[in-house]
């Protein structure tokens, strides 16, 4: 069974710094981190979940919502099975529950129906 476990969220002042981690493990998918895409994606109240940044399987290219280009950076350690998501210059508009999401073949991809495997999320808010 694939286990794909967020940590780090909280309650931080807007400015400020969250990181947030994903470790994998369960099955055969341990083997297969390396060969697989990761991305990160959030939901608000009542609103849908979206897509923040994904990268590839080495890390080398990633991709943003414009959203929050500029003060998220994604980044992955496929000897740890982890991805991480480095979040700068919160806004209360960045509150959300926040997932990891994995992609098994490496394509990078945006949309939240082509990944295969999901975490339970972390909550993340921001105060003004």
């Known amino acids: 069974q694939v286990l794909l476990v967020e940590s780090g969220g909280g309650l931080v002042q807007a400015g400020g710094s969250l990181r947030l981690s994903c470790a994998a493990s369960?099955?055969?998918?341990?083997?297969?981190?390396?060969?697989?895409?990761m991305g990160w994606f959030r939901q608000a109240p009542g609103k849908e979940r979206e897509f923040v940044a994904a990268?590839?399987?080495?890390?080398?290219?990633?991709h943003y919502a414009d959203s929050v280009k500029g003060r998220f950076t994604i980044s992955r350690d496929n000897a740890k099975n982890s991805v991480y998501l480095q979040m700068n210059n919160l806004k209360p508009e960045d509150t959300a529950v926040y997932y990891c999401?994995?992609?098994?073949?490496?394509?990078?991809?945006?949309?939240?129906?082509?990944?295969?495997?999901w975490g339970q999320g972390t909550q993340v808010t921001v105060s003004s």
């Open positions: 999401a994995a992609k098994v073949g490496g394509a990078l991809v945006f949309t939240r129906s082509y990944y295969d495997y």
């Open positions: 369960g099955g055969t998918f341990s083997s297969s981190f390396s060969s697989s895409s």
């Open positions: 990268v590839t399987t080495t890390g080398d290219i990633t």
